[in-house]
């Protein structure tokens, strides 16, 4: 059974800096891809960004390009979400996600999510 468990969230001001942390475990992942969606209050969940466990290839939305990175620790079997120039439009509730060798954009699609961690970001 896959586990993920996030870390990472709370309040910060607009222009600063969180890592949001996953850690996964349950089986091996170097067939599957991890990655983070978030949900707002009102909206629908949306996806964030995701990494493959094999090879590291990253892909990101639009919304948060330049401004946030994903990375894994294979040793830690951990996936990280270093997010940089907070704005309050990032303020969410963040979810760890992962599948089997692709991550769906549609949150419908999805196979294992965490508990998800909170990010305030205020103005």
């Known amino acids: 059974q896959v586990q993920l468990v996030e870390s990472g969230g709370g309040l910060v001001q607009a222009g600063g800096s969180l890592r949001l942390s996953c850690a996964a475990s349950g089986r091996t992942f170097s067939d599957y891809a991890v990655g983070w969606f978030r949900q707002a209050p009102g909206k629908e969940r949306e996806f964030v960004a995701v990494i493959r466990w094999s090879g590291g290839r990253t892909t990101y939305a639009d919304s948060v390009k330049g401004r946030f990175t994903i990375s894994r620790d294979n040793a830690k079997s951990t996936v990280y979400l270093q997010m940089n120039s907070l704005k309050p439009e990032d303020t969410a509730v963040y979810y760890c996600?992962?599948?089997?060798?692709?991550?769906?954009?549609?949150?419908?699609?999805?196979?294992?999510w965490g508990q998800g961690t909170q990010v305030t970001v205020s103005s």
């Open positions: 996600a992962a599948d089997r060798g692709f991550l769906a954009r549609d949150s419908n699609s999805v196979a294992y």
